[in-house]
């Protein structure tokens, strides 16, 4: 599947199928800090993903502290 | 596949802190009642007032301006250019689009055209973060410019991980000033605006999915000038903790409101007390002249410095 990061905006290549949860797991990503949308739908952690799917992990965390 | 707690359709959202999984609608129900819940518990907004929402293209300003439109309030925009390339470029662009699309009325401030300086030069000129002369340059314009609209309240868009985040700054370094002054609403005073924040109750991904669900187009991408800064470190603690023990962030911050800010309350009185008008606009000041005309002398004295040469670099707080 392609998932499309951001904060740099990239995209990696990842094989096989496998939950929300389990794939923001592997890139090192904390669950509370990021949204995933499947196919341009918002989607929950035990959701499963599969290979055909385009992936963005939303980054949800804002940095300004004013 | 989960199913929503309220309605047992699929869900599109996971909130552990609320031990539940959401559908669309029923997220966007639990957002209306944690911003109304605010708005009644901490007295934010009268039926009626005249309301300037501080409004960046972001996520949490766009979603509190929709909700308090949802909501019934009369809420004007107010957008600041702060000059930070293409990150302001297309902030402003979301924040018109916004405003068009709902019809509402977004005023708009240029801080070069308006004061002669913008936010990579004031971090230069003055050898800070970007963040610094940034918040106190919104601060001060959303201010002003409530009083010289009539408005009666200024809302932004801080959320419940905002002020968690600057509670454990605070709270690291006993900042007994500002932990005594961290509240939801501060009061009118001087002919200043009272100012409300309406999200609180609400997490940055709890904000991201109303605009995702209302479909709400918005700045993604992170400031350039706030990578790596001291706030995204303390959000990423606190992260850390709420992922190991769902609810450390609510708990933490209006725990801290409930219980420890009305233990302060003599405190915060002597310092507002302690308050003189600024010489030069009249905001209120610990000197003579305000921080933020101090940062105007400066910066507008600097010749404009491009974006790349600050992006990035670290300063003094």
């Known amino acids: 599947m392609n998932v499309l990061l951001r904060n740099p905006r990239r995209t990696i290549e990842v094989h096989g199928a496998r939950t929300v949860g389990r794939l923001l797991d592997e ?21 499963r993903l599969e290979d055909a799917d385009t992936i963005e992990v939303r980054p949800v965390i804002s940095g300004g502290s004013g | 596949m989960s199913k ?17 999984n959401f559908c669309g609608d029923h997220l966007l129900q639990l957002c209306r009642r944690q911003v109304e819940k605010a708005i009644k518990d901490f007295r934010m907004l009268e039926p009626g007032e005249r309301v300037l929402v501080a409004v960046s293209g972001g ?38 689009a916004f405003a068009a699309d709902r019809g509402v009325a977004l005023r708009e401030i240029d801080l070069r055209d308006a004061h002669g300086y913008d936010v990579p030069t004031a971090a230069k000129a003055t ?10 340059s919104k601060r001060h ?22 002020e968690a985040a600057v509670l454990l700054g605070n709270t690291l370094r006993w900042d007994v000033d500002y ?3 961290q509240l939801p609403v501060l009061p009118a005073g001087g002919g200043f605006a009272r100012k409300v924040k309406p999200l609180v109750r609400l997490t940055e991904r709890e904000t991201a999915a109303w605009c995702l669900i209302r479909g709400i187009d918005y700045q993604v991408e992170e400031c350039p000038m706030a990578a790596g800064n001291r706030h995204l470190g303390y959000k990423a603690a606190l992260n850390g903790l709420e992922q190991g023990s769902p609810g450390t962030k609510a708990s933490f911050y209006l725990n801290f409101i409930e219980n420890m800010a009305p233990l302060l309350a003599a ?31 400066t910066a507008s004295a600097h010749d404009p410095v491009p974006v790349e040469l600050v992006s990035g670099k670290r300063g003094r707080r």
Request: a negative charge; hydrophobic letters at 35%.
């Open chain 2, 4 to 20: 929503c707690r309220v309605c047992r359709a699929p869900a599109v959202i996971d909130l552990p802190r609320h031990n539940a």
């Open chain 1, 27 to 47: 890139l090192g990503l904390n669950r509370e800090a990021h949204l995933v949308i499947r196919n341009g739908t918002l989607v929950p952690g035990d959701e």
């Open chain 2, 59 to 96: 996520k949490d300003s766009l979603a509190v301006w929709d909700m308090l439109l949802e909501l019934g309030y009369q809420a004007d925009g107010l957008y600041l250019g702060l000059g930070i390339g293409e990150y302001s470029d297309e902030s402003g662009d979301y924040a018109r």
């Open chain 2, 267 to 297: 405190h915060r009185s002597a310092v507002v007390d302690g308050l003189n008008s600024c010489e030069r606009c009249g905001a209120p000041t610990t000197g003579e002249i305000c921080a933020f005309c101090r940062l105007v002398e």
């Open chain 2, 179 to 181: 932990l005594a002054r």
């Open chain 2, 141 to 162: 314009l959303f201010d002003s410019a409530a009083r010289e609209g009539g408005y009666d309240v200024v809302a932004t868009g801080h959320n419940l991980d905002d």
């Open chain 2, 127 to 136: 050898r800070r973060v970007p963040c610094s002369a940034c918040g106190l």
